[in-house]
């Protein structure tokens, strides 16, 4: 079945400092491609999206391409912020009839140090 | 504030109980998603209505049940609770039918059960 692969959290950075968090995934079609973030005591939001393969989704300094090829939508941010931290979602999309629902990763905690 | 609210934000019960999860959409959506977050499963899609009908359903067991009103409001009733049913509740809502449309969540509901 599909499913979403993210990299083991809890991430602890200073800021500033460069981030990556590698998301990878398998399906069975030509999934669209998202990252959520959720902040201390709130919902899920979407941060960033891309539809096909080598689109780029980029939202608030953070960006992330969609490669076919490695099967990955990795999240990077070039300088952090205290106010980043939160856990981060990757999650995939395809459109099969009567299957239709967002899959995501187990989610990765992310802390900004000052 | 994503626009969807949910109610109770905390909710404590004993095993065997059955407790009802209120959701009520951002204005003009017609989907509601309802989604289980707990620690050993991560997020968990469970149902989805859209203009009061079911349109798809994930991991939602048999003793969980769902409905969406004509104000579109949507609940979600658990019951014969088992302690393995504490989590968080996320309602979510989008304008449009199909998943990969951006979703906005609620700030869920704890349930613990006892």
């Known amino acids: 079945g599909d499913s979403v692969t993210q990299m083991e959290g809890p991430v602890t950075l200073s800021e500033e400092a460069f981030l990556t968090i590698n998301c990878t995934y398998t399906?069975?079609?030509?999934?669209?491609l998202f990252w959520y973030v959720q902040y201390p005591g709130e919902g899920l939001q979407l941060l960033l999206k891309?539809?096909?393969?080598?689109d780029k989704g980029s939202n608030k300094g953070f960006e992330a391409t969609y490669r076919k090829e490695t099967t990955s939508f990795h999240l990077e941010k070039g300088s952090v912020q205290v106010s980043d931290s939160a856990v981060y979602f990757c999650a995939l999309y395809i459109s099969n009839f009567g299957n239709e629902k967002l899959t995501f990763g187990t989610g990765t905690r992310l802390t900004i140090i000052p | 504030d994503s626009g969807v609210t949910q109610t109770p934000k905390h909710l404590i019960t004993a095993t065997g109980q059955r407790v009802t999860l209120r959701c009520s959409p951002r204005s003009g959506d017609l989907s509601v998603y309802w989604y289980q977050q707990s620690l050993d499963q991560g997020l968990q899609f469970l149902i989805q209505y859209y203009n009061g009908e079911e349109r798809a359903k994930g991991n939602i067991l048999e003793r969980f049940s769902a409905q969406q009103f004509p104000d579109l409001h949507s609940e979600l009733n658990l019951s014969s609770l088992e302690l393995g049913d504490s989590a968080l509740y996320f309602c979510?809502?989008?304008?449009?039918?199909?998943?990969?449309?951006?979703?906005?969540f609620g700030p869920g509901t704890r349930l613990t059960v006892l």
């Open positions: 399906a069975t079609g030509y999934p669209s």
């Open positions: 979510a809502s989008s304008s449009l039918a199909g998943a990969n449309n951006e979703q906005f």
């Open positions: 891309a539809t096909k393969a080598d």
